[in-house]
Nanobody
């Protein structure tokens, strides 16, 4: 059974930083492309960042490029999202996602992922 468990969310002031973690189990993590998505109140879930299985390729939404960084530790079955320069518009529930089909590529569409974590709340105050 695949499980993805996010942690690291919280309340932070604008300009601050947070580091989200997503611990994965039940899959061959080192073969699995991973992604982060977010859903703000009243909005649809949106792509944030993606990373391929080795960590050598990353891709970001335009809204976070240059402020957020996705990384992974395959020895610890964990993917991270380092968030810097946070803005109130970054407020959302952040979820990690795992693709169920092993691949060397990375993916930015919600439908490309098969497993989802429960999400962690990030709130940025102005």
């Amino acid at each position: 059974q695949v499980q993805l468990v996010e942690s690291g969310g919280g309340l932070v002031q604008a300009g601050g930083s947070l580091r989200l973690s997503c611990a994965a189990s039940g899959l061959a993590f080192s073969n699995t492309p991973m992604g982060w998505f977010r859903q703000a109140p009243g909005k649809e879930r949106a792509f944030v960042a993606a990373i391929n299985k080795s960590g050598g390729l990353t891709h970001y939404a335009d809204s976070v490029r240059g402020r957020f960084a996705i990384s992974r530790d395959n020895a610890k079955n964990t993917v991270f999202l380092q968030m810097e320069g946070l803005k109130p518009e970054d407020t959302a529930v952040y979820s990690c996602a795992a693709r169920g089909i092993y691949s060397s590529s990375l993916y930015s569409r919600e439908n490309d992922y098969h497993y989802w974590g429960q999400g962690t709340q990030v709130t940025v105050s102005s």
